[in-house]
C-alpha cells in the first residue's frame, strides 16, 4: 500500500519535472549519484542520524528544490550546505529534490 502511494507520487513527479531522473515507476527512485554526497549527514533514506541535522524523506520538492537554490545563492546561509550546494548543478538539484521528496517518512 505504502509503496503503491510512493509510486504513484513519483509518476506525479515525473509528470511535472519531465527529463528529471529518479522518479522512475519503481517503488523508489533511483538515488542520483550525487546522493552519496548528502547520505553522510541526511542518511540514503533521507532520515538525518545527526539531531542538528534535518531529515528530508517526504518533505515537499518545492521546498527542497528552494532551499537548495537559496543554500547555493547564499540567500539562506549555512556554512556546510553552501559548500554542498557549490558543487551540485540546477539539473541534479531538481533530482535530488524529487529523491528525496518521494521517499517515505519514517
Ligand atoms: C556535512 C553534513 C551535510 C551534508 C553533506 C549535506 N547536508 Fe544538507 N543540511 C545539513 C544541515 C546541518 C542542514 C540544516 C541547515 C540549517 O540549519 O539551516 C541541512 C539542510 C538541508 C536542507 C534544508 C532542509 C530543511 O528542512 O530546510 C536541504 C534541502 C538539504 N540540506 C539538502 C542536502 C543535499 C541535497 C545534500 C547533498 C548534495 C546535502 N544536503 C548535504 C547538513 C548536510
Given amino acids: 500500500m505504502a509503496g503503491r502511494t510512493v509510486a504513484f507520487v513519483a509518476s506525479l513527479l515525473a509528470v511535472g519535472m519531465a527529463g528529471v531522473p529518479g ?3 519503481q517503488q ?5 549519484v550525487t546522493v552519496e554526497a548528502c547520505a553522510p549527514c541526511h542518511g540514503i533514506d533521507g532520515i538525518a542520524k545527526d539531531v542538528e541535522v534535518p531529515h528530508l524523506a517526504g518533505q ?6 528552494n532551499q537548495l537554490k ?3 545563492s547564499g540567500k539562506r546561509p549555512h556554512k556546510e550546505m553552501r559548500y554542498m ?3 551540485v548543478s540546477e539539473a541534479e538539484m531538481e533530482a535530488l529534490a524529487d529523491y528525496y521528496a518521494a521517499l517515505p517518512r519514517e
Avoid: E, G, Q
Fill in 85 to 87: 550546494s557549490r558543487h
Fill in 60 to 65: 515537499n520538492v518545492v521546498y527542497l528544490y
Fill in 28 to 32: 523508489r527512485p533511483r538515488p542520483p
Fill in 23 to 25: 522518479a522512475d515507476a
Fill in 70 to 72: 537559496a543554500f547555493k
